[in-house]
């Protein structure tokens, strides 16, 4: 167990929907990164917060968005749904969210789009 | 910009024997390497960072890393391995920008499928 909480295990919707992702850091963490794992693209990098603020940004489509709240936990939000959005998404946590800190994987959010 | 090459993608062996996964990376500045490992339906877990210093680094489960910077390579060793450590492999590199400044995250290999054998 990492310590980091992602809520919910599966989600199932169809195209044209929005979702929400929710991630909760470890204890005394206070970066969030958001990762998509697919079969086709591997693992893709998509945002990260520190502290409530954006700080890096990678292939994240613009129907997508993310926020961090004041209590540290982060929401993705998911929206105009594609069949193409069909894959595992990870939150990570990490202590000052440094190029040499070790990020912590929650368990992951499978979605599904029909 | 960064980018990490995992030459195999599937690993087959036979428990108790040692094993190798390679993975190499690209990157105009000096660079922080990092092997993650993904059970089944379940997150990622770090087994081992390189960040400085001596090339040789131990981590968790008995396997180590060896930093080669000649060779942009970071291949992962185990001398013997057990049922349990069927899993999948990434190796990753911290996405460091060529101006001195960085972001946090990490670039992924496709990983590698390693199945032990009875």
């Known amino acids: 167990d990492s310590g980091v909480t992602q809520t919910p295990k599966h989600l199932i919707t169809a195209t044209g929907q929005r979702v929400t992702l929710r991630c909760s850091p470890r204890s005394g963490d206070l970066s969030v990164y958001w990762y998509q794992q697919s079969l086709d693209q591997g693992l893709q990098f998509l945002i990260q917060?520190?502290?409530?603020?954006?700080?890096a940004k990678g292939n994240i489509l613009e129907r997508f968005s993310a926020q961090q709240f004041p209590d540290l936990h982060s929401e993705l939000n998911l929206s105009s749904l594609e069949l193409g959005d069909s894959a595992l998404y990870f939150c990570a946590s990490s202590v000052t969210g440094g190029e040499a800190d070790t990020q912590y994987f929650g368990p992951g959010t499978r979605l599904t789009v029909l | 910009a960064q980018s990490v090459t995992q030459l195999d993608s599937q690993v087959p062996v036979f428990e108790e024997a040692p094993v190798e996964l390679r993975c190499n990376y690209s990157s105009s500045v000096s660079v922080y390497l990092f092997w993650y490992v993904q059970y089944p339906n379940q997150g990622l877990q770090l087994l081992l960072k390189y960040l400085s210093g001596s090339t040789l680094v131990k981590g968790i489960n008995g396997f180590e890393a060896e930093f080669n910077k000649s060779q942009t390579s970071f291949h992962l060793r185990k001398p013997s391995v057990h049922i349990s450590d069927t899993a999948e492999y990434f190796c990753a590199v911290s996405d460091r920008l060529g101006y001195g400044g960085s972001q946090g995250n990490l670039i992924f290999g496709k990983g590698t499928k390693l199945s032990v054998k009875p």
């Open positions: 917060y520190y502290n409530g603020e954006e700080r």
